[in-house]
T-cell receptor
């Protein structure tokens, strides 16, 4: 079993749509959950992180963690063409960070 | 501007050759990491360092070597023992040695085999 599973996509949506990106993870000991955005041939940049369960909102982005089902979600409201990128979920505990393979998102104008 | 600088952006390796990827940070971070990214796979940890003159192997360290002589610098050498080196290599740093929920990445180096 992979430590984190993420649908690779691609996911294509029209501008203005609500986007839902999801991951499942296996190690229940890890406490920090993150979403990174990666543009093509660039390094990932941290979008959001949450500690333990619950929701966190930042502008158009909402991160959600459900520890009971080991499910991580990122919602993007009013999606824009500039949101087109690969989104990596990740979680960490101790010295190790585990990354998903990423979901490619295309937002069409 | 604070950040992480990786060089070169593109690198080509001949068979039997060792090549070194540079990573420099001016964020004053203690921890530094090297990851490898292959299509369809998550980032895989090669080596990490929590402090100067100390580093640990990650999940795929075979065929790679590192040094950490200065806080700002963490170069990665891809040796001839690494039989499948073609990948996108990412250097990262974090403000602490553990529980790094905030990693800062460089722009990456694409390594290809001639």
């Amino acid at each position: 079993q992979k430590e984190v599973e993420q649908d690779p996509g691609p996911l294509s949506v029209p501008e203005g749509a609500i986007v839902s990106l999801n991951c499942t993870y296996s190690n229940s000991a890890f406490q920090y959950f993150m979403w990174y955005r990666q543009y093509s041939r660039k390094g990932p940049e941290l979008l959001m992180y949450t500690y333990s369960s619950g929701n966190k909102e930042d502008g158009r982005f909402t991160a959600q963690v459900d520890k009971s089902s080991k499910y991580i979600s990122l919602f993007i409201r009013d999606s824009q063409p500039s949101d087109s990128a690969t989104y990596l979920c990740a979680y960490t505990g101790g010295f190790k960070t585990i990354f998903g393979a990423g979901t490619r998102l295309f937002v069409k104008a | 501007d604070g950040g992480i600088t990786q060089s070169p952006k593109y690198l080509f390796r001949k068979e039997g050759q060792n090549v070194t990827l540079s990573c420099e940070q001016n964020l004053n971070h203690d921890a530094m990491y090297w990851y490898r990214q292959d299509p369809g796979q998550g980032l895989r940890l090669i080596y990490y360092s929590q402090i100067v003159n100390d580093f640990q192997k990650g999940d795929i360290a075979e065929g790679y070597s590192v040094s950490r002589e200065k806080k700002e610098s963490f170069p990665l050498t891809v040796t001839s023992a690494q039989k499948n080196p073609t990948a996108f290599y990412l250097c990262a740093s974090g403000p602490r040695g553990q529980l790094n929920e905030k990693l800062f990445f460089g722009s990456g180096t694409q390594l290809s085999v001639l």
